[in-house]
Structure formats: structure tokens, C-alpha cells
């Protein structure tokens, strides 16, 4: 009888072990319908806009260093023109005989030095305007409550 008995009590042991699962995975299965949704944490619009503010600014100084690199190569051209019409200008000079020679050489020297100008504005204007400078982006303030008022004037 005592051996019926532990055949008992160990299969009513086994089967509440059982149940205790059959239940586990019921609930389990229950919870995974309706999961909690994942914490998400939105973005400060304050950090968003400085994020863009520091890419529009790398941008911004990209295109100023660019742009005055071309204006250096500009000026270095025009300057050699401007060099070259007065160096031709000098040699003519050193072998005009006569005042209408001397002259014309003048005229030359002008209508090259007007050309290289003319040149150099016109490559100017092809870079186009000058890039715009990002707006760095303002935190706003907190509001305050009436409370906190009260507060600031008692002081």
C-alpha cells in the first residue's frame, strides 16, 4: 500500500510539473500577443537642428575655401597679365623713335591691361554668389508657470 501510495503522490508530482508548463507556455504565448512596446526615445529637435546646422556649416566652409582658392588662381592670372602688358609696354618703349610710336605703344599697354580686367570680373561673376552662411539654431526657452514667477519677484 505504502508502494501504491509513492506511485501516487510521484505521478501527482509529474503531472503538476506538466501542468506547470502546459501553463508556463500558455501565459508565455498570451504575453507574445501583446508585447510591451520597445521605450523609444525621441530626439531632442534642439540636437536635431544643431546636427544639421554642423553639416550645413561644413558645407558652407567647403565652399568659401573653395571658392577662395579659385579666387587665387583669378588673381594670380590677372596679375601675370597685368605684369606681361607692362613688361611689353617697357621693351616697346626702349625702341620707339618717335612720339606717335610711343603713343600707340600706351594704347596698347591700355586696351591689355582693360582686357585683363574685363577678363578677370567676368570669371568672378561665372563662380556665381557667394555661398550663405548657415542660421545657428536657437534653444527655446522653458515657459515658466505662474508659480515660478512668483518666485523670481520675491527675490
Do not use: H
Amino acid at each position: 500500500m505504502d508502494r501504491d501510495r509513492g506511485k501516487r503522490g510521484a505521478a501527482s508530482v509529474a503531472a503538476a510539473i506538466a501542468m506547470s508548463f502546459t501553463f508556463a507556455t500558455v501565459t508565455s504565448s498570451v504575453a507574445d500577443q501583446n508585447p510591451i512596446p520597445a521605450p523609444t526615445y525621441a530626439m531632442d529637435p534642439y540636437k536635431v537642428a544643431m546636427e544639421q546646422f554642423k553639416r550645413d556649416r561644413n558645407t558652407y566652409e567647403n565652399a568659401m575655401r573653395d571658392r577662395a582658392f579659385k579666387l587665387r588662381e583669378i588673381n594670380f592670372t590677372f596679375k601675370i597679365a597685368i605684369d606681361k602688358a607692362n613688361s611689353d609696354s617697357r621693351n616697346a618703349l626702349a625702341t620707339a623713335m618717335n612720339p606717335l610710336q610711343k603713343s600707340t605703344i600706351a594704347s596698347n599697354r591700355r586696351n591689355a591691361i582693360n582686357q585683363a580686367i574685363n577678363l578677370r570680373d567676368s570669371s568672378i561673376a561665372a563662380l556665381g554668389p557667394m555661398p550663405v552662411p548657415p542660421i545657428e539654431p536657437v534653444r527655446q526657452q522653458m515657459k515658466m508657470g505662474p508659480n515660478k514667477a512668483k518666485s523670481k519677484d520675491r527675490r
